[in-house]
Structures are given as structure tokens and as C-alpha cells.
């Protein structure tokens, strides 16, 4: 009996979800950036437009935030794409247009560090089911890395 009420009582720890601020969510490949938020999507959206991608909305969640009378760190997403990437990836599986066009988060966690974190092209595959389609899902993959890396080296 006394092991049912313990069981019971750390039920809630145990199943708590993973905290958001954490990198490492499964799904979202995270990386750290010396660099400020702003600084990190200004580098992003650089290398973005260098190559070719079309930004269709940076959105700066903390001036919204302030907007409402709220406080948050500074958090902005970038939304971009290319048809000529995503458009394969959606032959794959048409539900692939639910992720697409890709974001960028960049963000600044509780201890002030600065992450770029981004959905991991190997999850979406999964999510929705794309096994065939290996070549596309391998060019997202090294597009998205080198974007990343651009906005956060040094």
C-alpha cells in the first residue's frame, strides 16, 4: 500500500514534460551562439539571402510580448524557404507542408545564453512518414546546418 501512495505521489515528477527552455527538445536541433538574438537572426538572415532563400516574416516575440504588457527574454523566428527545396519534400508526403516553409528560433534561455534551434529534418521525415525520399530529406539537412552554423560562428 505505502508503494502505490509513494508511486502515486512522484507520478507527476516523473512525467513531467522536458522544460522549453532546455535545448535538446526532441525534434529541434539547437546550437549556441556568442552572439546576441538580434545579432544571430540579423547573421541568419544574412546568410539566408545570400543564398537564395526568400525571409518571409521575422517575428520579434518579445516586442509582441511588450506590446501585451508581458515580459520575455528576446526571442525572434525567422520564416523562410525555397520552393525549389521544399516543394520536393512535399512530393515526399504532401502533409510536409504543415512544417514548411522552415523556422528559425533564435532565443535567449534563463541564463542568458543565445541559442538558434530549428526543426530537425530527420523528425519531420518521420512525422510524417517519408522513407523514400532520403536524398531531399539529406539537402534539407545540409542546407539547414550550414545556415545555422553561418549565423553562430564566431
Not at 507520478?11 to 522549453?20: F, G, N, V
Not at 518571409?56 to 523566428?77: C, I, M, N, Q, Y
Not at 538558434?116 to 510524417?128: C, E, G, K, T, V
Request: aromatic share 4%.
Amino acid at each position: 500500500m505505502r508503494a502505490i501512495i509513494l508511486t502515486l505521489a512522484l507520478l507527476p515528477a516523473i512525467s513531467a514534460p522536458i522544460q522549453a527552455d532546455e535545448p535538446g527538445i526532441n525534434g529541434i536541433i539547437s546550437l549556441p551562439s556568442p552572439h546576441s538574438v538580434k545579432q544571430t537572426a540579423d547573421k541568419l538572415a544574412q546568410a539566408l539571402k545570400a543564398k537564395g532563400m526568400t525571409i518571409f516574416k521575422r517575428v520579434d516575440h518579445s516586442a509582441g510580448a511588450k506590446k501585451a504588457g508581458l515580459k520575455l527574454r528576446p526571442t525572434e523566428l525567422i520564416i523562410f524557404g525555397n520552393p525549389k527545396v521544399g516543394t520536393p519534400l512535399m512530393h515526399c508526403a504532401q502533409t510536409a507542408a504543415l512544417d514548411l516553409p522552415q523556422k528559425a528560433l533564435i532565443w535567449e534561455d534563463k541564463n542568458h545564453n543565445v541559442w538558434l534551434s530549428y526543426n530537425d529534418p530527420d523528425y519531420i521525415a518521420q512525422r510524417h512518414n517519408i522513407s523514400d525520399c532520403s536524398i531531399v530529406v539529406n539537402k534539407i539537412r545540409k542546407a539547414l546546418d550550414r545556415f545555422a552554423h553561418a549565423a553562430v560562428e564566431q
